[in-house]
């Protein structure tokens, strides 16, 4: 096996493990960003969703935030792990492992540039929908503050369309720049 082959296999285990890492700590910064927006959001549905808390009992959360983190971890390290695996195996395809890893670094950094503009665009979609909209949430009807908990709910929901449109993207910029230089 010549260096070349060897390198590149290490970029693509280290983006299939790094991505994970990377995007577990990007959702322990939302979530606890958007805790501060909607706590309930977390205590009324996310615990209960990861199993961190049984709604059923009076338990309370003694450092909370904690818990915010987890579901952060939880709700996207296996993200990553789709977008390591699918930006690492892409770009094995070029030439030099310099061009691989500068082109998925590139990519990365699309994906999450993609991410942010999208969870903004969550964040602007749920601050600006109608507010005399009864929100209709079946998991519980306890829910006080509805239009804060709509907004995080819309800030999660965009954030995962990031994901999946900035994988495209990040995957369109890799499989681009290897055909245009085919090409010529």
């Given at each position: 096996m010549n ?7 290490l ?5 299939i493990?790094l ?5 577990a ?7 606890e960003?958007?805790?501060?927006i ?13 199993e961190?808390?049984n ?5 309370k959360?003694l450092?909370?935030?904690?818990y ?8 996207t390290w296996w ?6 695996t ?15 890893f ?6 990365v950094?699309?994906?999450f ?9 969550g964040?602007?979609?749920?601050c ?30 965009y954030t995962?369309?990031g ?14 720049t290897?055909f245009?230089?085919?090409?010529k």
């Amino acid at each position: 096996m010549n260096n070349n082959v060897f390198i590149k296999i290490l970029i693509l285990v280290a983006t299939i493990v790094l991505m994970p890492v990377i995007t577990a700590l990007y959702g322990v910064i939302l979530d606890e960003i958007t805790y501060t927006i909607s706590y309930e959001y977390y205590t009324k549905f996310k615990f209960i969703q990861f199993e961190l808390w049984n709604y059923n009992t009076d338990a309370k959360f003694l450092y909370p935030r904690k818990y915010v983190a987890a579901v952060g971890i939880l709700a996207t390290w296996w993200v990553g792990l789709i977008i390591g695996t699918v930006l690492g195996c892409i770009a094995c395809i070029n030439k030099s492992y310099q061009v691989m890893f500068k082109k998925t670094y590139e990519s990365v950094l699309i994906i999450f540039v993609v991410i942010l503009i999208f969870g903004l665009v969550g964040l602007l979609v749920g601050c600006f929908a109608n507010p005399y909209v009864k929100y209709n949430y079946t998991f519980t009807s306890q829910i006080i503050h509805e239009r804060e908990f709509f907004i995080v709910g819309k800030i999660n929901l965009y954030t995962y369309k990031g994901f999946v449109f900035g994988l495209f993207v990040g995957v369109y910029h890799q499989l681009r720049t290897f055909f245009s230089k085919q090409i010529k």
